[in-house]
């Protein structure tokens, strides 16, 4: 079995600042990564998602995330973000093999203030 | 279609009825998730639909809880005689086998049992 751990409920920042949002991960299998965002009143969206390579992923909307083996981690990164990115993040992961579906953090609200 | 769809996009029953939740997954997808998204229970694996295989249950947290996924396309979820505890966010994804098998998201039916 696994889980996610997103260390921080909230995450306040101003309007251009860098943001880095944490996810833990604990699995005794390989895993895919996944980072989601979800807006108010919407579904969740993919950002990114790492399933092998380079452990530095590119996303959507500037985000990138960063595969860390040894520490078990995913963080999420933006070096400057938009009012518009107010939003909840959620990081998942998924057995490699076999059948499993994902498991979700809990979320970490990202709240951008001017 | 483009993305995956879902149902009403709000529901509002009264304790004890009957309600159902409709999905339209992306079309060629043969994998097919329920979700529920709950306040302060985060995002909950209901039940998993893969092609023509035994579709896995394991997260109905009850015998209310049941779903079909018609053809191998369409899916619908019912819940029987609600209860207020049933008041959540009903999220439908569905994926392909490649590609890590990436989960896409539809918006979601707001279901609140008074």
């Not at chain 1, 996810?23 to 005794?28: D, F, L, Q, R």
Request: with cysteine; charged share 20%.
């Amino acid at each position: 079995a696994q889980s996610v751990t997103q260390l921080d409920s909230q995450v306040p920042v101003f309007e251009e600042a860098p943001v880095e949002l944490r996810c833990n991960y604990s699995s005794s299998v390989s895993v895919y990564l996944f980072w989601y965002v979800q807006y108010p009143n919407q579904g969740l969206q993919l950002l990114l998602k790492y399933l092998s390579g380079s452990t530095l992923v590119k996303g959507i909307n500037g985000f990138e995330a960063e595969f860390n083996k040894s520490q078990t981690s995913f963080h999420l990164r933006k070096p400057s973000v938009h009012i518009s990115d107010t939003a909840e993040y959620f990081c998942a992961v998924k057995e490699v093999s076999g059948y499993s579906t994902l498991t979700f953090g809990k979320g970490t609200m990202l709240l951008v203030s001017p | 279609g483009a993305g995956v769809s879902q149902s009403p996009s709000n529901k509002v029953t009264e304790k004890g009825k009957d309600v159902e939740l409709r999905c339209d997954p992306i079309s060629g997808h043969t994998a097919l998730y329920w979700y529920r998204q709950s306040l302060g229970q985060g995002l909950e694996f209901l039940i998993y639909f893969q092609g023509n295989s035994a579709p896995d249950k394991s997260g109905l947290p009850s015998d209310r809880f049941s779903a079909e996924r018609t053809g191998g396309s369409v899916s619908t979820l019912t819940i029987q005689r609600t209860q207020q505890e049933d008041s959540a966010v009903y999220l439908c994804a569905s994926s392909q086998r490649e590609g890590g098998e990436t989960q896409y998201f539809g918006p979601g039916t707001r279901l609140l049992v008074l």
